[in-house]
């Protein structure tokens, strides 16, 4: 709370700066009007690395991640993501006019006096006005409230949304230092500068001691008062205070890391402003920063030409020249930058999604075997976007890509997708019923839907907590675990059809599946057993001990113990078809709250998943989950109960 | 049954294959932080970068002429109160280990004048030092070699560089002791210590 308070007084700097740079804005909009920005499209810009939430990833990742914080959105209607953070770092006096901060509370634009507008975005000068307006009220809501306090959803807002303007205040000044400062440079001052709008902030540094000096003597010669100051003397001061308040504020400005450790042993990246102000730079980080510092001169003369060639020479630098940047996988930023742009997991989706749908029409009319060689080629189609995801999440991380629930869930709905292509091929030559395919499909889809809702920040590619940085254990105790997971869910997907048909009054052996949810649920009991046990081998390693009733130790114990406890059940011959199915059926259940349920809890050693606002969603899961078992059990139980009095009329 | 305990032991050796390759592919990470040894962290930095400069003697050098010698740069300005604390200690330094070290103070005063009007107020002894061969003293016209190549932009800022021309340290600020920089360039204690 402190920080925010501090990072305030901060915010009203940057809405003055504004206010005082808004002639230029509105002067760079006009040329703006006459000649388009450069389209960094086509060149390797959005690949440049920079380090970003303990990861090196492309800058693209690095945009998309802000403009869907800023405005909601990936890509903006008119403006790509790479091209907006390239506007929004190149120039950033243009960058104040594309909306992109997003304003859905009707309190909030009646608090800024902005009319409501279709696409909910407005620039950072829409913005200005209404920011200076409320920053006493912003000001007075962090001011004397208990850290964690819940405010009102509008008041909420608004604090996000200045926290935000805050943040693309640091973003657009990220490399500030080798940009223009946008005022006319005093006579008396004789600097060679780079650029016709005026002196960069380095161009100054040069020179400080002589700048400095011209601006004691103005303060001797004519006072404070800018009054009374000539034009060409007003320029010296307001050059001077812009000079001081960005070598005394962007000193904390790292939110751009794109410059190589260079002095430091450990792999955090540096921005250009830590480069400069806190001793981390050196002759390497000046090589790479004057390459950045052309970069942006290229783009602001749109000359696209030398633009792409001083891309290709920072790759060439961080590859040869910079020792800072030894791990540097240009392959692995062009693969994240085309896995973000063909985005293989809405793909999977909307093809799953159709293969269900198809897989209705054969349900209805399953003699198609047209339909059924449909269902099994769009589902395909599906898969290969679905494992191709996968393959790319594991080449960009260099790890299987088990690492957070969120990841599960992909990596379980994918194994469901294996097993049941399987199982349609090996249990009719090639020429299935649609069942197993069916139940993957719904599970499936229903944990890719889930998916974003356990990732609300949208998929950051995150790296891991020490204790999962482990690839070994990580590729054996939970892939296993999660392959577990998904057998047993199978295993529950098919007792549902098989009590959904019994409901309706099938025969007790229809199609086989009461047995095929009972062999895979067998499966399942072998994966889930021996992943327990993998993962305590490994907690013996990594936490020193094999068992410590750990929430997410229980969880997984509770499926083993459900497991054993219905196959003795079968094998004991004390449940009937109707209610072993159910039983498999509730697995789903178990698996939910193993899987998710320790998250809820957030204690334990495995709380390293810990999530926000899926209580609800569990709740409910189990709750619907229950009643449609309840049901589906009550209706095939009442079914078969008919049967026989049905036999025996037929008997008499 | 069959078919699926086929297919239950294609995925185990799937599972198998792709930890043994990504054991292969990726270091363990928290390995490499920890056991990084010295000598490896050293070559870790970058090489001394070729400049150009002339001494306030008039004397005209290359950087590259200065390694043969372990070599201390050292970034300075005679208005910057922690360059003046530190500068005995670098002095003591160049005096010790005459044949071992060269000291290069590159200075950001706003003329060359300023130079001699802090230097006249050092001690003789302190003023005989500066004398020596491996004392070099430069005026960074522009600053064009302590920012526009070092990026040093907070003085003051120390660089060690081996013999050789590899830099290996970087102290910022004058929170050093000369025992530190001896450990770090392998300087070996005489008499005199």
């Known amino acids: 709370m402190k920080i925010l308070l501090i990072r305030f007084c901060f915010a009203f700097m940057l809405v003055f700066m504004l206010a005082f740079t808004m002639p230029h804005f509105v002067q760079a909009q006009e040329s703006a009007d006459q000649a388009t920005q450069l389209d960094v499209r086509g ?347 996968l393959l790319f999440r594991s080449f960009i991380l260099a790890r299987p890509p088990v690492g957070s629930l969120y990841e599960t869930l992909l990596f379980v709905s994918v194994i469901l997708m294996i097993l049941a292509f399987a199982i349609e091929y090996f249990r009719r030559k090639g020429n299935g019923n649609g069942n197993a395919i069916g139940g993957a499909l719904l599970g499936t889809l229903i944990m890719l839907l889930i998916a974003p809702f356990i990732a609300p920040d949208g998929d950051h590619l995150e790296t891991l907590v020490a204790v999962l940085n482990t690839n070994f254990w990580l590729a054996t105790h939970v892939t296993i675990i999660t392959a577990g997971y998904a057998i047993c869910i199978l295993a529950a997907c098919f007792a549902h059809i098989y009590l959904f048909h019994r409901a309706r009054g099938a025969r007790s052996d229809y199609r086989g599946l009461i047995s095929l949810s009972y062999k895979t649920a067998l499966a399942g009991l072998l994966f889930t057993s021996v992943g327990t046990m993998l993962g305590g081998v490994w907690a013996d390693q990594s936490w020193g001990r094999f068992w410590g009733w750990d929430p997410k130790e229980n969880g997984a114990l509770l499926i083993v113990l459900w497991l054993i406890w219905l196959t003795h059940a079968r094998l004991g011959d004390y449940f009937s078809n109707i209610t072993l199915a159910a039983s498999i059926a509730f697995l789903n259940i178990i698996v939910a709250i193993a899987w998710f349920g320790v998250n809820l809890l957030s204690v334990g050693l495995h709380s390293y998943g810990f999530i926000d606002g899926i209580a609800w969603g569990l709740g409910l899961f189990c709750a619907a989950e229950i009643v449609i078992i309840g049901a589906l059990w009550l209706a095939a139980f009442m079914q078969k109960r008919r049967e026989p009095s049905k036999a025996k009329d037929a008997a008499l | 049954m069959k078919m699926n305990l086929i297919i239950f032991g294609v995925i185990l050796v799937a599972l198998v294959a792709a930890t043994l390759f990504y054991q292969m592919r990726t270091p363990n990470i928290q390995n490499k932080i920890v056991n990084v040894p010295i000598s490896v962290a050293s070559e870790k930095r970058g090489n001394l970068p070729s400049f150009a400069f002339e001494t306030i003697d008039g004397a005209a050098y290359e950087s590259g002429d200065l390694t043969n010698k372990k070599l201390l740069i050292n970034f300075w300005a005679s208005w910057c109160a922690p360059c003046i604390i530190e500068f005995p200690h670098l002095l003591e330094l160049a005096k010790r280990y005459p044949d071992d070290i060269t000291l290069l103070l590159i200075s950001s005063d706003r003329t060359p004048e300023d130079i001699p009007k802090f230097t006249t107020r050092l001690t003789e002894a302190e003023q005989e030092i500066l004398e020596q061969d491996n004392v070099k003293m430069i005026f960074d016209t522009d600053k064009k070699i302590t920012q526009g190549i070092f990026q040093t932009f907070r003085l003051p800022e120390t660089i060690l560089v081996e013999n050789g021309g590899h830099m290996i340290q970087k102290l910022v600020g004058a929170n050093w002791s000369v025992e530190e920089v001896k450990r770090a360039l392998n300087l070996s204690a005489r008499p005199s210590d």
């Open chain 1, 43 to 389: 060149t390797d810009f959005a690949t440049l690395p920079v380090l970003h939430e303990g990861r090196l990833k492309p800058l693209d990742s690095f945009a998309r991640i802000y403009l869907k914080r800023f405005s909601g959105r990936e890509n903006l209607r008119n403006i790509s993501a790479a091209n907006w953070l390239a506007v929004s770092i190149f120039n950033p006096a243009e960058a104040a006019n594309i909306d992109i901060f997003r304003i859905n509370d009707p309190q909030i634009l009646n608090l800024m006096d902005l009319n409501r507008r279709e696409s909910r975005l407005y620039s950072l000068q829409d913005l200005s006005d209404g920011l200076m307006k409320t920053e006493p009220q912003v000001r007075a809501l962090l001011t004397g409230t208990e850290p964690n306090q819940d405010f009102e959803p509008a008041q909420q807002s608004l604090i996000d949304l200045h926290e935000n303007v805050l943040l693309y205040g640091d973003l657009v000044k990220s490399l500030s230092m080798i940009l223009p400062l946008n005022i006319p440079l005093p006579a008396e001052l004789e600097i060679e500068t780079t650029y016709q709008e005026g002196a960069t902030f380095l161009e100054l540094a040069a020179t400080e001691q002589e700048f400095m000096g011209l601006v004691q003597s103005l303060l001797a010669r004519q006072g404070e008062n800018p009054d009374n100051y000539s034009q060409d003397e007003r320029a010296l001061a307001a050059l001077a205070f812009e000079y001081n308040v960005l070598r005394e504020t962007e000193q904390q400005n790292n939110l751009l890391q794109i410059i190589p450790p260079e002095w430091n042993d450990s792999r955090d990246w540096i921005s250009p402003w830590q480069s400069l102000l806190s001793g981390q730079g050196g002759p390497q980080s000046a090589a790479y920063l004057r390459l950045w510092q052309d970069m942006a001169a290229a783009y602001r003369s749109q000359d696209r030409t030398v633009f792409t060639n001083h891309i290709e020479a920072a790759f060439s630098a961080l590859s040869q020249n910079i020792t800072g940047a030894d791990g540097i996988n240009k392959t692995s930023l062009q693969l994240e930058t085309l896995y973000r742009a063909i985005k293989p997991f809405l793909w999977a989706e909307y093809l799953y999604l159709a293969a269900f749908i198809l897989l209705i029409v054969f349900f209805i009319r399953p003699d198609s075997t047209l339909i059924y060689k449909s269902v099994i080629a769009v589902a395909s189609a599906g898969f290969v976007f679905h494992s191709a995801g």
